[in-house]
């Protein structure tokens, strides 16, 4: 069975710094996605960034990376020069292959993430 | 924005009355999804559906069900609504690419009596 798990259920960043939020994840899969989403005190849920199981290079989406551990099972999101904007609610999502479902994510528990000044 | 609209936004019922949750799309999309999000255990499906009239089942379908008549709409029904189905609800669609994320909808946060 796939699982998600983020093990921070809350993290504190200074104004300006990174802050890196944990993500390891567990299916027997060999082709999967991983993908992060932010959820603001409004409630939305934003797409931030996608990394491929194949894919060679760790992902980057502006002040977002991904910092894939394939061996580790891990997909840690990095904030870089963090702002107040950026306290939210974060989630990390898998996706599993066709046979096991390919357009179903499933989620992590979250992390919540305050950006202090 | 993805054209999603989720209808109620909010709702507050009784234990025991029948619910329906409406989720419209504008972007033709094939597929739809239904996810509830609880604390501590983020956002789990509930159902989800490949085309008009397919629907299957998620890891917590018990005490649900959906319909799909039209591509643009993907309904929820709590047939008899218990405490434990309040929560909030997203409508979701996208995912037929290997990289492609669901777009949410805003929510309807459901509250049971």
């Known amino acids: 069975a796939q699982k998600i798990t983020q093990t921070q259920p809350g993290m504190f960043v200074q104004e300006k710094e990174a802050v890196t939020l944990d993500c390891t994840y567990d299916?027997?899969?060999?082709?999967?996605?991983l993908f992060w989403y932010k959820q603001p005190s409004s409630g939305e849920m934003i797409f931030l960034i996608y990394q491929g199981s194949y894919d060679q290079q760790n992902a980057t989406e502006g002040r977002y990376s991904l910092n894939f551990q394939k061996a580790r099972k891990s997909a840690n999101l990095v904030i870089s020069a963090s702002q107040l904007g950026d306290s939210a609610m974060y989630f990390c999502?898998?996706?599993?292959?066709?046979?096991?479902?390919?357009?179903?994510?499933?989620f992590g528990a979250g992390t919540r993430l305050a950006v202090h000044p | 924005d993805a054209g999603i609209t989720q209808s109620p936004r909010h709702k507050v019922t009784e234990t025991g009355t029948p619910v329906t949750l409406r989720c419209h799309q504008t972007e033709n999309h094939r597929y739809m999804y239904w996810y509830r999000q609880d604390p501590g255990h983020g956002l789990r499906l509930i159902h989800y559906s490949y085309g008009v009239k397919d629907t299957d089942k998620g890891e917590v379908s018990d005490g649900y069900s959906v319909s799909r008549s039209k591509t643009e709409d993907f309904l929820l029904t709590l047939e008899s609504a218990t405490s434990s189905q309040t929560s909030v609800y997203f409508c979701a669609i996208g995912g037929t690419g290997a990289n492609s994320p669901l777009h949410f909808g805003n929510g309807t946060r459901l509250t049971v009596t």
């Open positions: 299916t027997s899969d060999p082709s999967y996605g």
């Open positions: 999502a898998m996706r599993g292959s066709f046979s096991g479902g390919y357009n179903k994510l499933i």
